[in-house]
């Protein structure tokens, strides 16, 4: 046990804002995300008590009494409580005995195998952690709010930035993970295979609670899942292109382990598809949009770097698809910032495709009441009449339910069209 730092360095993330207004109300927050996200520092700027159970000491402590972990002065932040699981029932234990918002902080890189015996519902809430979005970053300062256009009304756009195609292909391969910031290319390189290495050698049996016989088998499914990055390609073609030139291919319920242990590493975070309850659309697909948490991690799995982005590679042939490699990688990196800022919203994040793949959303934003915010994600500077033809289709099918409608580029100019769609570089993207 011991006491949060006093610090004065700490650079707020956008989900700051969320948990401070969540802990005016809620006694216990659980913090999830992947590993190096930041969860533990940012738990650490609200705790004047903190329990880390990564320590071998404080594990055995708390091992032999779970329920110390409510003991000291709060808000008390457990970190890493999945490694005792039995801790999460210990809060929620004390939780029903005192319900007075901001006492607890659980942080967590896993949803452990061994799930508490209560889920903790109605009193202990999650909230997601990502990695950096250009905004936390400071690539520019954001002149477009996510959450205004949310509101409707189609507000003015403007404002300029000098961030251009090559800024944004760096910021593909630099990483969003905190701790990973500034390195320079080799040791970013390093650093990225070390974190991926340790998913494949130890996350994944200790956290997961799937043994590997085969690692470089889940190696390779891995850089199959990274080349469908920002696609809906199915399962059984990522299998295939993972297991090609080799004789035993994993077997279906295998590969649907590997995804559920990945999603609960939160190492992948498909984006679902969007199912529209009030609109005459019919015939959409049900699959999810392959995504990693950091596209980072797919361009290092792919061995691509900013060079290989900017000479406008086709994607690798692990998977064959349209378009470029980059074109695929900076559609994650706005899915990336579009989820976190929703997030800050109270939105959900899903994309939109028709069976045939004649009609295509890249991102549909949606409200609790169900209406929309459709996004449109375009590697290059001009948006033509062509880029916003599925977001005038998508108006004419669903109208007042579609609140605004954007495309995402990496111009240099935020405006309105004629036609009344948004215009904005991802750079200039706020919540």
């Known amino acids: 046990m011991g006491s949060a730092p006093d610090s004065t360095d700490y650079h707020r993330r956008v989900v700051d804002d969320e948990l401070d207004e969540l802990m005016t109300g809620v006694a216990a ?110 690539l520019d300062a954001p002149t477009v709010s996510l959450s205004q256009l949310l509101e409707g009304g189609r507000p003015a756009i403007g404002g300029s930035t000098s961030i251009g195609l090559e800024d944004y292909a760096r910021e593909v391969i630099a990483s969003g993970l905190p701790g990973l910031r500034g390195l320079p290319g080799r040791a970013l390189r390093a650093q990225l295979d070390g974190y991926i290495e340790r998913v494949i050698d130890r996350d994944f049996e200790e956290l997961g609670g799937l043994s590997i016989r085969n690692p470089s088998a889940l190696r390779r499914w891995l850089r199959s899942y990274a080349s469908a990055l920002s696609s809906t390609v199915s399962y059984e073609k990522i299998r295939d292109a993972a297991t090609a030139g080799h004789e035993e291919k994993p077997a279906k319920t ?7 242990v990945l999603e609960r590493l939160w190492l992948i975070e498909p984006i679902p598809a969007w199912a529209p309850t009030r609109s005459s659309l019919r015939r959409l697909i049900q699959g999810p949009k392959h995504q990693l948490v950091d596209p980072s991690l797919a361009a290092r799995l792919l061995g691509a770097g900013v060079d290989t982005l900017l000479e406008g590679t086709p994607a690798r042939p692990v998977i064959p698809r349209d378009g470029t490699l980059f074109g695929a990688m900076y559609e994650s990196l706005v899915a990336l910032d579009v989820r976190a800022y929703a997030q800050g919203a109270e939105a959900a994040t899903g994309h939109l495709r028709t069976r045939n793949g004649d009609r295509e959303v890249d991102l549909i934003v949606e409200r609790p009441d169900r209406r929309v915010l459709a996004i449109e994600v375009k590697l290059g500077r001009t948006v033509r009449d062509d880029d916003v033809r599925h977001l005038i289709w998508l108006q004419e099918h669903i109208g007042a339910d579609l609140l605004d409608a954007m495309v995402v580029s990496t111009g240099p100019e935020a405006y309105r069209r004629a036609d009344g769609i948004a215009v904005v570089p991802a750079a200039l993207l706020g919540p």
């Open 29 to 138: 927050l659980a913090i999830e995300g992947p590993r190096g996200v930041g969860k533990t520092r940012t738990g650490l700027e609200r705790a004047r008590t903190v329990y880390r159970l990564d320590d071998p000491t404080t594990r055995a402590l708390v091992s032999a009494d779970p329920s110390r972990v409510t003991t000291g002065r709060r808000p008390i932040l457990i970190d890493e409580w999945q490694v005792l699981p039995e801790t999460w029932d210990a809060v929620r234990t004390a939780v029903d005995s005192d319900r007075t918002p901001g006492q607890f902080l659980l942080t967590g890189s896993a949803v452990p195998v061994n799930a508490p015996t209560h889920p903790g519902a109605a009193r202990i809430v999650a909230v997601r952690m990502r990695p950096m979005t250009l905004a936390e970053r400071g």
């Open 254 to 260: 295998t590969v649907l382990r590997y995804l559920d």
